[in-house]
């Protein structure tokens, strides 16, 4: 008779993890957050530069649901969403997730609301370009939910 054996092979990853060494926390933290200083002015640029693209696509889009023009738009956006974070201006994260699930409603129901597209954009431009206070980004942030509410819910049930 037989008998079987299972072996498992050390995992290095977990060897390397439980050895003592490397940077206190504090020190890496601060390295970090350098690191992050370096990209904020990168991050805000590629935000402007998103921004210019969805504002020049938001042109092309008629009155009338198009949906290339709200793919575009969509994808478009959901290139910005973490660069907000990164260039110390999460509201635009916030401001960005709220476009993409208009934009996203908008295509399921098969409508267009160029007023509602308009204000995600401007507000887009607006905390990316202006250092709001808290309460106000938190206003603007709380307006663009409402909006995107509005077309969560199809037309038949609204």
């Known amino acids: 008779m037989s008998t079987a054996r299972f072996t498992v092979p050390p995992q290095r990853l ?17 390295q970090a957050e350098a690191n992050l200083q370096e990209l904020r002015a990168p991050c805000v640029a590629e935000l402007r530069v998103l921004l210019e693209a969805a504002e020049t696509t938001f042109a092309s889009v008629g009155a009338d649901f198009d949906d290339a023009g709200v793919a575009q738009l969509y994808e478009t956006a959901v290139k910005g969403i973490g660069l907000g974070e990164v260039s110390g201006a999460p509201s635009v994260d916030v401001a960005l ?3 993409c699930d208009l934009l996203d409603h908008l295509r399921t129901h098969q409508r267009y609301d160029r007023e509602a597209v308009g204000v995600h954009l401007r507000a887009w431009r607006l905390l990316v370009s202006t250092e709001l206070p808290p309460e ?9 939910f409402k909006v995107s509410a509005l077309y969560s819910i199809k037309p038949a049930e609204a």
């Open 14 to 30: 977990a060897q390397l993890l439980r050895k003592p060494g490397g940077l206190p926390a504090e020190e890496a933290l601060k």
């Open 97 to 99: 997730n709220s476009l």
């Open 136 to 144: 106000g980004a938190q206003a603007v942030l709380a307006g663009l």
